[in-house]
């Protein structure tokens, strides 16, 4: 069973939708039990990363979260589901984030329009399984004003462009997170999430 983290916001139904399309059975939780037993998670995203912070650690999923990463258990964040793993983000005056990926959050630069909203290339900087059918430059749909800056420039297998060189795939064994959506990006979309579980099925590192 694959766990949806529902901590009250987030792109939930679309993510249920995207994995009932490719077969697989998934459930949309707040339950900790639930989540540990799960074989793949993915924490979608849509909102700020501060609120997200606050539902998770009311929920009492802070820990939680931090103990199937920490497994290397296949884990996918989404959007502010990939902001969230950073150390901390600027959104909202500062905030304290799950502190997985040493870095930062930081606001889009000035002089693109934010939000970033709309379909935008990702880069593939190195070879890897997510990215399996999947080519170089291929769209994906992104909504965001915050793009994550990992501390290790190598944890960004995919980059893109929008007044700044973002990573916008973030990978670290079984750990794999995107700025963009993938529920919301069409074929490929869907391939990478299909590439993900099909390695977290296989007990492989991602």
């Excluded at 600027?90 to 693109?112: F, M, S, T």
Aim: proline share 5%.
């Amino acid at each position: 069973m694959i766990a949806i983290i529902d901590y009250g916001a987030g792109n939930l139904r679309s993510v249920a939708n995207a994995m009932a399309k490719l077969g697989h059975q998934s459930r949309i939780t707040s339950r900790a039990e639930e989540i540990q037993k799960a074989q793949a998670v993915i924490l979608p995203g849509v909102g700020a990363a501060g609120d997200t912070m606050d539902s998770l650690r009311k929920l009492g999923l802070i820990e939680p979260i931090k103990q199937l990463i920490a497994e290397d258990r296949p884990f996918f964040g989404v959007c502010v589901g990939l902001q969230v793993l950073f150390t901390g983000t600027e959104e909202g005056g500062g905030h304290d984030c799950l502190g997985i990926i040493p870095g930062r959050v930081k606001k889009l630069p000035a002089g693109r329009k934010v939000p970033h909203m709309g379909w935008n290339q990702v880069r593939q900087r190195v070879s890897h399984p997510v990215f399996e059918g999947i080519p170089d430059g291929a769209n994906f749909y992104f909504v965001h004003s915050y793009y994550g800056e990992p501390d290790d420039k190598s944890l960004a297998i995919g980059e893109t462009e929008y007044g700044v060189t973002m990573g916008s795939v973030i990978a670290r064994g079984n750990l794999v997170a995107t700025q963009f959506h993938p529920e919301k990006s069409g074929d490929y979309g869907l391939k990478m999430y299909q590439n993900f579980l099909r390695h977290a099925r296989n007990g492989k590192n991602a």
